[in-house]
C-alpha cells in the first residue's frame, strides 16, 4: 500500500511538473506582453516629430512609425492591447503631454 500511495505520489509531481513546463513554454514573448507595443528592429512605414503644441498622434495598430522627440528617436510598433488612447510618454519619455489614438488595423481580422 504504501509503495502504491509513492508512486501516486510521483507521477503528481511528474504530471504537475510536465503542465507546468508546457505552461512555460506557452507564455508570451516579452514584446506580445507590452500593452503599448514595442521598439522595433525594422524599418518604420512612416516618420512623425513631436514638436512644441503637438496634442495628438493618431496610429493603427500593428504600424511601426519612427517617432522623433528632442532630437532622438525610436522606431516604434504599436502592437497594443486593445484601443484606447494612452499618454506617448508612456513609451516616449520627455514626449509631453501628447495622447495616442490607436485605431483598429481592420486587416488584422480578416478570415480572407
Do not use: C
Not at 512555460?24 to 503599448?36: D, I, K, L, T
Not at 511601426?64 to 494612452?86: C, E, M
Amino acid at each position: 500500500m504504501k509503495t502504491n500511495v509513492t508512486k501516486l505520489a510521483l507521477l503528481a509531481v511528474l504530471t504537475l511538473g510536465g503542465a507546468t513546463a508546457a505552461l512555460a513554454e506557452s507564455q508570451p514573448a516579452a514584446n506580445q506582453q507590452a500593452p503599448y507595443g514595442y521598439a522595433a528592429p525594422s524599418a518604420a512605414g512612416r516618420e512623425v516629430t513631436i514638436e512644441a503644441g503637438t496634442k495628438y498622434l493618431n496610429v493603427t495598430q500593428q504600424e511601426t512609425i519612427k517617432i522623433n522627440v528632442g532630437g532622438k528617436s525610436v522606431n516604434w510598433t504599436f502592437d497594443t492591447l486593445g484601443t484606447r488612447p494612452f499618454p506617448l510618454s508612456m513609451i516616449v519619455p520627455g514626449a509631453g503631454n501628447v495622447t495616442v489614438y490607436v485605431a483598429p488595423n481592420n486587416s488584422m481580422y480578416r478570415t480572407n
